[in-house]
Antibody, heavy 120, light 109 residues
């Protein structure tokens, strides 16, 4: 049973880079698709991007500011979102999209989420 | 990008009643790759239905999904008090970006 846990700073200053990590247990990070999703009051649920060992896909609306990476030695994957503004204030979730040897599936399971506020 | 529109925005029903939630896509969703999630306050969304009509592990039989193409439905056959939540549809069939509906809030009287 795969389980996920987000971690990272809860307060980020405007124009700086938001950095979050998702730690995976119960499964190899090399074997699955992984995504970041965020939820804000203003925009609802928004998919940020997907990563797997063969590459990544980012939401075009965020692509210029997003970098995702895998750390297979720690069984973690990470999100960096640069040049943040108040509009990036949200709860950030990591989630699995299923085994890498088939097409991506729905988001399951999800981490509990971590709130991030962008403010000076 | 596929836009998903959910209706109604809010539903208020009594225990034991049937809830019918709609999700309409701006274009046909390949392979019925449509999921439904339940979200309660302070919690992450939980997968209920995938592939338009398949219940996820551990989901009660009162939850069912149907539809194809651009029109999908989530039905809760007999509402329980613990079904009070916001329900989202999401498509994962086309090339990214994956998108969500805006949600339907279900309240129990």
């Amino acid at each position: 049973q795969v389980q996920l846990q987000e971690s990272g700073p809860r307060l980020v200053k405007p124009s700086e880079t938001l950095s979050l990590t998702c730690t995976v247990s119960g499964g190899s990070i090399s074997s699955y698709y992984w995504s970041w999703i965020r939820q804000s009051a203003g925009k609802g649920l928004e998919w940020i991007g997907r990563i797997q060992t063969s590459g990544n896909n980012y939401n075009p609306s965020l692509k210029s500011r997003v970098t995702m990476s895998l750390d297979t030695s720690r069984n973690q994957f990470s999100l960096e979102l640069s040049s943040v503004t108040a509009a990036d204030t949200a709860v950030y979730y990591c989630a699995s999209m299923g085994p890498r040897d088939i097409i991506p599936g729905p988001f399951d399971p999800w981490g509990p989420g971590t709130p991030v506020t962008v403010s000076s | 990008e596929i836009v998903l529109t959910q209706s109604p925005g809010t539903l208020s029903l009594s225990p034991g009643e049937r809830a019918t939630l709609s999700c309409r896509a701006s274009q046909s969703i390949r392979s019925s790759s449509l999921a439904w999630y339940q979200q309660k306050p302070g919690q992450a969304p939980r997968l209920l239905i995938y592939g338009a009509s398949n219940r996820a592990t551990g989901i009660p039989e009162r939850f069912s999904g149907s539809g194809s193409g651009t029109d999908f439905t989530l039905t809760i056959s007999r509402l329980e008090p613990e079904d009070s939540a916001v329900y989202y549809c999401q498509q994962y069939g086309s090339s990214p970006p994956y998108t969500f509906g805006q949600g339907t809030r279900v309240g129990i009287k």
